[in-house]
């Protein structure tokens, strides 16, 4: 009779299989020191754009990076909270996982760079680019490593945006949503079954990916100024994103996470959900038929930060106690591409 060697925490013993899952044990966030109030734009531009800003988009205001400041300056200080928080210092961690869109180099990745200056010397290291969906599409990364390999035990997931340094300032409707920022999480192994990422799912249409983005500086438009830009003007076949488009979508990951968890939307406590547009937010509320209250938004003190935003929600929301230890909660990301994920979370911390 062969013998299986245990493997970690998913050895089969005594004919129970022990299953091995991902928790967040530390959160943590970084903005810049710069404040930059909606009035700005009213100036700048000679119209009221403030209005627009406060009633449809919840932005009061936002940080803006400094000049000599890079994604990787920003994650940094986001990822030494976490690991705080999380108890483990930087040589402890196996995997660094940085999502973003706006990295410090096309090549090599921002993980590098931030391996270095952490000093991380343990840590393998990548970026994932899914745009604003990124640091959902992260931790679903993450997760999987943790379950898939027990060598996994202390993986920093990060969500960074530099969107500053790529606006088209010629655009206030653009120009005016963004702001910098970054966002981290440490995961590691559990063995309960009710604690951590519960469940996730990833979604793209990819019929949009010509809407909006940075289309500058890869193959397809090497060596050009990188602005981020509407309506993907440099393609002829761009389609436009319908209104509602995501508020029907995430409200559909929402169900199918609620579905496979077998969860009532009842128990979700909390929704981190992309913050660009309050409208979009309270849609898919609407559509789960709960309280626009059980959105935790920060939108309106850091304006549109992309990839971060999340983990910046995140972090804002256990500092002010507004998630326990035991709630299910939900993050739904989404971005250019047009790429969407999710995922069904019990808070650990």
Same mark, same amino acid.
């Given at each position: 009779?062969?013998?299986?060697?245990?493997?970690?925490?998913?050895?089969?013993?005594?004919?129970?299989?022990?299953?091995?899952?991902?928790?967040?044990?530390?959160?943590?966030?970084?903005?810049?020191?710069?404040?930059?109030?909606?009035?700005?734009?009213?100036?700048?531009?000679?119209?009221?754009?403030?209005?627009?800003?406060?009633?449809?988009?919840?932005?009061?205001?936002?940080?803006?990076?400094?000049?000599?400041?890079?994604?990787?300056?920003?994650?940094?200080?986001?990822?030494?909270?976490?690991?705080?928080?999380?108890?483990?210092?930087?040589?402890?961690?196996?995997?660094?996982?940085?999502?973003?869109?706006?990295?410090?180099?096309?090549?090599?990745?921002?993980?590098?760079?931030?391996?270095? /200056?952490?000093?991380?010397?343990?840590?393998?290291?990548?970026?994932?680019?899914? $745009?604003?969906?990124?640091?959902?599409?992260?931790?679903?990364?993450?997760?999987?490593?943790?379950? $898939?390999?027990?060598?996994?035990?202390?993986?920093?997931?990060?969500?960074?945006?530099?969107?500053?340094?790529?606006?088209?300032?010629?655009?206030?409707?653009?120009?005016?949503?963004?702001?910098?920022?970054?966002?981290?999480?440490?995961?590691?192994?559990?063995?309960?079954?009710?604690?951590?990422?519960? $469940?996730?799912?990833?979604?793209?249409?990819?019929?949009?990916?010509?809407?909006?983005?940075?289309?500058?500086?890869?193959?397809?438009?090497?060596?050009?100024?990188?602005?981020?830009?509407? /309506?993907?003007?440099?393609?002829?076949?761009?389609?436009?994103?319908?209104?509602?488009?995501?508020?029907?979508?995430?409200?559909?990951?929402?169900?199918?996470?609620?579905?496979?968890?077998?969860?009532?939307?009842?128990?979700?406590?909390?929704?981190?959900?992309?913050?660009?547009?309050?409208?979009?937010?309270?849609?898919?509320?609407? /559509?789960?038929?709960?309280?626009?209250?059980?959105?935790?938004?920060?939108?309106?003190?850091?304006?549109?930060?992309?990839?971060?935003?999340?983990?910046?929600?995140? $972090?804002?929301?256990?500092?002010?106690?507004?998630?326990?230890?035991?709630?299910?909660?939900?993050?739904?990301?989404?971005?250019?591409?047009?790429?969407?994920?999710?995922?069904?979370?019990?808070?650990?911390?």
């Amino acid at each position: 009779m062969c013998k299986s060697k245990p493997w970690g925490a998913n050895a089969i013993q005594l004919g129970q299989l022990a299953i091995r899952n991902a928790k967040i044990t530390g959160v943590g966030m970084y903005a810049p020191d710069k404040v930059v109030k909606n009035q700005y734009f009213n100036e700048r531009y000679g119209v009221d754009v403030d209005t627009f800003l406060r009633e449809k988009r919840n932005i009061f205001e936002r940080r803006y990076m400094a000049e000599d400041q890079t994604t990787s300056d920003l994650i940094v200080p986001a990822a030494q909270q976490a690991m705080k928080m999380a108890g483990i210092t930087a040589d402890q961690l196996d995997l660094i996982i940085v999502a973003t869109d706006t990295p410090d180099y096309l090549s090599p990745s921002t993980a590098a760079v931030v391996q270095h /200056k952490l000093q991380a010397r343990n840590s393998g290291t990548f970026d994932i680019n899914a $745009a604003c969906a990124g640091f959902v599409t992260g931790l679903d990364i993450g997760t999987k490593y943790i379950k $898939a390999d027990d060598r996994y035990r202390n993986i920093l997931v990060v969500g960074a945006y530099g969107m500053t340094k790529f606006l088209n300032w010629d655009d206030f409707k653009i120009a005016s949503l963004f702001a910098d920022g970054a966002g981290a999480v440490v995961l590691q192994p559990t063995n309960e079954p009710e604690e951590g990422v519960q $469940a996730t799912q990833l979604f793209t249409d990819g019929q949009y990916h010509s809407y909006m983005g940075i289309y500058g500086g890869g193959t397809f438009r090497p060596i050009t100024k990188e602005v981020v830009e509407m /309506k993907g003007h440099l393609l002829d076949f761009a389609k436009k994103i319908p209104l509602d488009l995501n508020s029907t979508h995430w409200s559909r990951l929402v169900q199918i996470l609620l579905d496979r968890t077998g969860q009532p939307v009842s128990e979700v406590k909390k929704y981190f959900i992309t913050q660009i547009n309050i409208g979009s937010i309270n849609e898919t509320l609407d /559509k789960l038929g709960v309280d626009h209250k059980l959105a935790h938004n920060i939108m309106d003190r850091y304006g549109y930060t992309g990839s971060a935003c999340i983990p910046m929600a995140l $972090a804002d929301a256990a500092e002010k106690g507004a998630i326990r230890k035991g709630d299910l909660i939900m993050l739904v990301g989404s971005g250019g591409g047009l790429a969407m994920a999710a995922a069904a979370v019990r808070w650990s911390i």
